[in-house]
């Protein structure tokens, strides 16, 4: 190498401060342009992320503000670590619908235990992400292939979607163990009440974000329809709570249902300390090892039986909750001070009242007789905390970590694919070279340090990365901008949002969710290979049966994937080759030509293992039965990449076997690696050098006049091709090419 390109190749070279902090490279692309660009698609960006951030929150059961904190520090932090200039990471759907399946079995929604779960999720998210990257094994992603991909993420579009109809029609509904039964509840109660001025807020968002994007999209209409509905909201006085005590309600009905309610939480709360009890028993009785088996069934059959108990007070618990949240009142007043509630179909007829109907607001938890909410309007995001949110390192509890282990992978692998999918699509336009490695580091480190500052599992985002790279951004300095705003605007304007409708938020999510659904995505699966069309569907109705447990559906897909890649490695295809009409050598199957009798030329393509030596030999032996006149086997080895001990057997044994049944055998094509443990065994000296050929053709011209001597054939398929009865064959464009009649 001369002095001229040694110096060129070193000027070429990344210095390691660079490698390990990316970031320094923007200082080599920023300009006066460049910084303009960054800023404004920073602030635009920002603007559709505050609103998404909150409304995605929701979506992972905790409050809309920890949207805000998940969408301060881990933007700029992916920007700085990653490959990507363009690509806007925050709060997703499908990430924060796959936190609250993660974290439902395990508190609240929405609850101090639930919040802390979720950070710490950030945490195990991060972690696992930063040492893929760390250890360069991105291509572990691989193991989700695109048919499952693409099936789980349109049943996840669905179940989003869904997911906010009671928000949408500003009814409430309990949580059911599937997803389909607590939407048919939600539907059954929107029949019955459907709040009107929430649906139609919800409406007008719709119609604000859908005709502004077709307008122009670069307006933020997320942001326009953000403040059009919030404004309404406060001057229409939108939402009306009230705290009252149960003697203001004039309803003996109701009076009963809630001490019937509040009676079967005490018998839970009773037998879940003596479930606590008996399972600690049963744990110390198991870690005896001079328990007596008995006792320890015993035990065990008291946990069964307190816990049919309490599924059996659940149940009754669930449905005077849903009995109270179907009472409608009509408020009255007798006075300037006298506020009486009465059951709307109970009201007296010579009282008025305000015009509204109200209900109870019951959450998951007893009933305080003298502190009961009551709503009159609509939802609303109410409350923001001012201000940064706290700096602190997450607390982690080891059982509850090894509980959300699994998730946490699957929550890992699905965002980082997610977000270098989006980036190798920004990449295409921009001509950027990605490295998913430092990818993995940069969502990694994300979400680590996000955990710090109270962030759920964050990701890459498909809509406001497509508005970063609208908007003009040429470095990753436009995030940066984007939590800049988010933080000033966590510093100053929290109060404006404090009337936003909670169905408005819904409807952002349901509007975002739209472009995940890609239906074409089954066609292009089946007509690619109509297994990959099959595991698509299979995951999506996988994932669609099993909601919210989302986990099952994916793993169902995956399992499918393996099981259908194993069985292709265990039988693979095999195929008898004769001449086609173009001079090459094609699978006579499927091209309808006949078979020399005489030379059998096979084509193995897959590698030769353990797994599959059983298959080859089992088709080898059953070709000797099949074809009587058979003179020779030639194999065509080049798809076999690796062969392995059991595969360097098994030829040894047929090339025996055929040669004691005065067959020949020879290989082509055979790669180097295949050909170094041919020499190393000794088998190539077995088979000999004269029966291995360069390719197929080669091999042919030489064997054909050995293995035709006295032959009865008019004309060979291996030098003609010959259809087996009609006079058409199809071409690989799948036309049909006729052949001139025989002479």
Sequence with gaps: ?????????????????????????????????????????????????????????????????????????????????????????????????????????????????????????????GLFQFLLGVFRLGLVVNFLSHPVVNGFTNAAAIIIATSQLSKLFGVKVDRYEHHYETIYHVIEEAIAFTHWPTLFLALLAFLLMYSLKRLNPRIPNVLVAVMVTTLISYFIGFEKNLQVSLGDIHSPEIQTVIEEYNNNYSHIDSLVERRLAVNGALKSAENNGDANPADILHLEHQSSLLTWQINMYEDEVRKYRSELRGFHLSLTNHGDTDTTFYLASHQPANLDNDGRTWRISISNKPVDPDLIFLMGGGAVVGVIPSGLPRISIPKVELGTALDLLAMAVIISLLGFMEAISIARAMAAKTGQRLDPNQELIGQGLANILGSVSQCYPVSGSFSRSAVNIQAGALTGLSSVFSSVVVMITLLFFTPLLYHLPQSVLAAIIMMAVIGLINVKGFIHAYQAQKYDGVIAIVSFVGTLAFAPHLDKGIMIGVLLSLGHYLFRRIKPDMAMLSKYVDGTFRDSDRRHLQECKYLAVVRFNNSLFFANVSYLEEKILELLSTKEDLRHVHIVCNAINELDASGEATLSLLTTRLREKEIGISLSGVNENVLEV???????????????????????????????RNSTEDKCPLLDAIPKEDKTLPNSEGKELVLPPKP
Excluded: C
């Design 1 to 125: 190498m001369s002095d001229k390109h040694q110096a060129k190749s070193k000027n070429k070279s990344t210095p390691f401060i660079k490698v390990i902090f990316p970031f320094l490279k923007w200082f080599d692309e920023i300009s006066f342009n460049s910084f303009r660009n960054d800023l404004i698609s920073g602030i635009t960006v920002a603007l559709v992320l505050i609103p998404q951030s909150m409304a995605y929150a929701q979506l992972a059961g905790l409050p809309a503000y920890y949207g805000l904190y998940a969408a301060f520090i881990p933007p700029t932090i992916a920007a700085m670590f990653g490959s990507s200039h363009q690509l806007a990471t925050g709060p997703v759907a499908v990430v924060s619908l796959m936190t609250a399946t993660a974290l439902a079995p395990l508190a609240s929604l929405g609850s101090e235990g639930f919040i802390a779960y979720a950070i710490m999720l950030a945490l195990m998210v």
């Design 678 to 708: 041919m020499k190393r065994t000794h088998l190539i000296d077995k088979i000999g050098y004269d029966s291995i050929f360069g390719n197929v053709s080669l091999a042919v011209y030489h064997l054909h006049d050995i293995t035709h």
